[in-house]
């Protein structure tokens, strides 16, 4: 079965650079999450998308933005990055309206040295 | 918004004893409750899942509990094995439209052969 697809699977940054990490959803999903995961932590909500449309909104800094496009992809888009940027960043999908059981992708690792 | 507090933090356990992780919740609107296996540098799994409408889910050797009143959940695993050694978060959501899921800080389980 088709899982949820992340690219790039790593990325090495440097400080105040750029990145953009992408996400494909599993097939008839609507809804798109984007979770970071630090050394040890617990994934944190950053940001989710249902219907192109943004969601919920966590701890997604101002830095970073992201949308979700008309295939129901979604893009996270990072900005002047900092070294504590540094993590896993897990993208879910589910297939929405009251079945959001979220199904996680490999994950991009992120590094910014 | 959501809190959710996980114990314990670290266990270990003989092979075949039985495991319980319990997790709590502020939120009485959560109804959703699922239960994520992590391997490092994996992805969350989904490993069982429960919603406020159930006092008890049982998949082989793995259940969950809840308790709405107290907004408590527990994960039990029996017979535990090996390869039973993770990261196990518990979280709490709401099943609305990209209703983000809110995570505990994880246990990370042993078990000795």
């Known amino acids: 079965a088709a899982g949820v697809i992340q690219s790039p699977r790593h990325l090495i940054k440097e400080k105040r650079e750029t990145a953009t990490l992408k996400c494909y959803p599993i097939?008839?999903?609507?809804?798109v999450y984007w979770y970071q995961q630090g050394p040890g932590q617990d994934p944190q909500f950053l940001i989710s998308?249902?219907?192109?449309?943004?969601?919920d909104k966590g701890s997604i800094p101002d830095r970073f933005s992201a949308q979700q496009f008309s295939d129901y992809h979604s893009e996270l888009n990072m900005s002047s990055l900092e070294l504590g940027d540094s993590a896993l960043y897990f993208c879910?999908?589910?297939?929405?309206?009251?079945?959001?059981?979220?199904?996680f992708g490999a994950g991009t690792r992120l590094s910014v040295l | 918004g959501e809190n959710v507090e996980q114990h314990p933090s670290t266990l270990s356990v003989q092979e075949g004893d039985s495991a319980v992780i319990k997790c709590t919740y502020s939120?009485?609107?959560?109804?959703?409750f699922p239960w994520y296996k992590q391997e490092l540098g994996k992805r969350p799994q989904l490993i069982i899942d429960?919603?406020?409408?159930?006092g008890e889910k049982k998949d082989q050797r793995i259940a969950v509990t809840l308790n709405k009143t107290a907004k408590h959940f527990s994960l039990h695993i029996t017979e535990t094995q090996p390869e039973d050694s993770a990261v196990y978060f518990c979280?709490?959501?709401?099943?609305?439209?990209?209703?983000?899921?809110?995570f505990g800080d994880g246990t990370t389980l042993t078990v000795k052969p």
């Open positions: 979280a709490a959501s709401k099943l609305t439209n990209a209703g983000k899921s809110t």
């Open positions: 879910a999908s589910s297939p929405g309206v009251s079945k959001n059981i979220q199904y």
């Open positions: 429960i919603r406020s409408n159930v």
């Open positions: 097939p008839r999903h609507d809804t």
């Open positions: 939120d009485s609107a959560s109804n959703y």
């Open positions: 998308f249902y219907e192109k449309m943004q969601s």
